[in-house]
């Protein structure tokens, strides 16, 4: 069974900052793809971040290029979401997903994560104007 673990998340006003921070534990593969979803009330769970942690690259959703960058930490299948310039619309519940796969083209794929994978139990982003 894996185990994941979210922390960060909070309040800010639009233009600001916030970090979010995922670690897996218990029976986990070496490498992972890990990233995050987020869903807004009356919305679908979407994807907003990835990175395979056995080569780095990274894969984002075209809403946040440029102002989110998810990042590997130095513990092994920990990392971060680092989300700047933050919108309104950007509020959401957002979820650590773990799949011990690749990223692919398939990453943002919710199914995907809940056939492979692991979610974690969600964290609050709230981002006001």
């Known amino acids: 069974r894996v185990q994941v673990e979210e922390s960060g998340g909070g309040s800010v006003q639009a233009g600001g900052s916030l970090r979010l921070s995922c670690a897996a534990s218990?029976?986990?593969?070496?490498?992972?793809?890990m990233g995050w979803f987020r869903q807004a009330p009356g919305k679908e769970r979407e994807g907003v971040a990835a990175?395979?942690?056995?080569?780095?690259?990274?894969y984002y959703d075209d809403s946040v290029k440029g102002r989110f960058t998810i990042s590997q930490d130095n513990a092994e299948n920990t990392v971060s979401l680092l989300m700047n310039s933050l919108k309104p619309e950007d509020t959401a519940t957002y979820y650590c997903?773990?799949?011990?796969?690749?990223?692919?083209?398939?990453?943002?794929?919710?199914?995907?994560?809940?056939?492979?994978?692991?979610w974690g139990q969600g964290t609050q982003v709230t981002v006001s104007s």
């Open positions: 997903a773990v799949v011990p796969l690749g990223c692919a083209n398939n990453w943002s794929f919710e199914s995907r994560v809940t056939e492979f994978g692991y």
């Open positions: 218990g029976d986990t593969y070496r490498y992972n793809c």
């Open positions: 990175i395979y942690t056995g080569s780095g690259n990274t």
